[in-house]
């Protein structure tokens, strides 16, 4: 990844960057490096994100967690905090990034071993993703405490909750607290003697993601009780950090649920041979409703949480930063659609650019992502849309200059992106 990241900083034209964030210099500034022509604070940061790599490999084998994404999630925790971070707090970083990671693929692995019948076939579905609800409820059920309120106070807080429904939190919180309270009793379907290990498989990388979570928060605690140790700040910062983090985990699984839909409208076009009818149709969000899911499940709320825990006052610095926060998860999710989509198309995920293929017209389905002039175009409508998100980000940085732990977070996480996945500038240039 650091090779990639330099790459990017060399190669992209200067000129065809909104120059309201300008990534490249941050980049420049940030990133480590051990070759020749590195500075001292490259090599520096270098050491910082080996000692940090060191020390996540050593929690993700205390777990049984895939030892996949390790480096990633250092470097974004390195590149994304000032040098003068204490090294546990940047740990702490480290894992939560690393642990988004892991769920991520936990429920990748799902839609991955799920066969063209299992998508077409309704049982098969509702039994697959049931059984995904009973493993989330296995991670989800120690936090709950800290996410939903007391009986007497559920309706006031439900009604706060719609005033402010353009972020999407209370319909992702009743989302997954309706899923993993329903008893489940469907049978697995399935055919084929793997299954069982596989399944089997799941749940322990579950019981391990509750468990590493649930080490995080204790080190948190501790980080925490550095800045305050009146239990009503401890309160928050946790009820803070564990009501992002289940919300991430929500928005995942509604894109888990959409990605089989996506799988079922194939399998049926491909049946029928109308392709473009189906293509265009039943059962997908709308391109607003998958940004506003996309930050969230990006993990930009969740790991922004952590960091705007370190803030001397969290709450203020949570809420006059929630704009740039959500900004900043569109830019990065945008961006990754951009980059991944042949990749993600391949493994019929559902993007940004499926929905703007849809947008105009075009099919959803079996398109050259290389070649495709109708992917090229819909690339270059969801670039876009990262160019206005990335205008955005820039009109709102000096505001968030007063928290500077949660400020340098979102300015460096967003610039390295754009540097690892690009910027979308080449199908902008395009439109000429």
């Known amino acids: 990844m650091r090779r990639i990241v330099a790459a990017a900083h060399e190669e992209t034209p200067a000129n065809s960057v909104p120059q309201a964030l300008d990534w490249r210099r ?22 910082r994100l080996t000692r940090t790599q060191q020390e996540l490999q050593r929690w993700a084998t205390r777990y049984v967690l895939p030892h996949e994404h390790l480096h990633q999630a250092a470097y974004f925790a390195i590149v994304s905090t ?14 939560a990034i690393f642990w988004i990671y892991v769920f991520d693929d936990f429920l990748d692995q799902r839609l991955m071993s799920a066969t063209p019948a299992d998508s077409s076939d309704a049982a098969s579905r509702a039994s697959l993703l049931a059984a995904a609800d009973d493993d989330i409820h296995l991670i989800v059920a120690p936090l709950t405490g800290c996410l939903w309120p007391r009986p007497e106070i559920e309706r006031q807080r439900e009604r706060m909750d719609r005033r402010h429904a353009r972020t999407g939190e209370a319909t992702l919180l009743d989302e997954l607290r309706q899923a993993t309270n329903i008893r489940r009793v469907l049978p697995v379907t399935r055919d084929g003697s793997d299954i069982p290990s596989a399944l089997d498989r799941q749940h322990d990388l579950a019981v391990g993601l509750r468990d590493a979570f649930q080490t995080l928060l204790t080190l948190l605690g501790h980080l925490w009780r550095g800045f305050s140790t009146r239990q009503q700040a401890l309160t928050y910062r946790q009820a803070l950090v564990c009501r992002q983090f289940v919300r991430c ?3 995942m699984r509604r894109e888990f649920r959409w990605n089989f839909q996506l799988a079922a409208s194939l399998t049926s076009s491909a049946a029928t041979g109308v392709a473009s009818a189906t293509d265009r ?4 969000p709308s391109m607003e409703t998958y940004q506003m899911t996309g930050a969230v499940s990006i993990g930009m709320y969740a790991v922004a949480a952590v960091v705007a825990s370190f803030e001397e006052h969290p709450q203020a610095a949570w809420q006059h930063c929630l704009a740039a926060i959500d ?3 569109r830019i990065v999710r945008l961006a990754n659609d951009i ?4 990749r993600e198309a391949e493994e019929g995920k559902l993007t940004a650019v499926t929905l703007a293929l849809r ?8 398109l050259d992502p290389v070649r495709s002039t109708e992917v090229h175009a819909a690339q270059r409508v969801v670039s876009q849309q990262l160019h206005h998100e990335i205008q955005f980000f820039g009109t709102l940085n ?3 200059a007063a928290y500077p732990l949660l400020a340098f977070y979102l300015r460096y996480v967003c610039a390295f992106a754009l540097a690892f996945y690009g910027d979308g500038s080449q199908y902008i240039a395009n439109d000429a």
């Open 339 to 342: 980059s991944t989509y042949g």
């Open 82 to 95: 000032p040098d003068t971070s204490p090294e546990a707090m940047v740990v702490a970083l480290a894992q």
């Open 249 to 251: 985990m929500a928005s």
């Open 327 to 329: 900004c900043g998860g």
């Open 281 to 284: 149709s039943e059962g997908l």
């Open 26 to 47: 941050l980049v420049a500034e940030q990133r480590p490096g051990d070759d020749g022509d590195a500075t001292e604070h490259q090599r520096a940061q270098f050491a």
């Open 359 to 366: 947008q105009l017209g075009y099919p959803i389905r079996g």
């Open 398 to 400: 000096e505001s968030i």
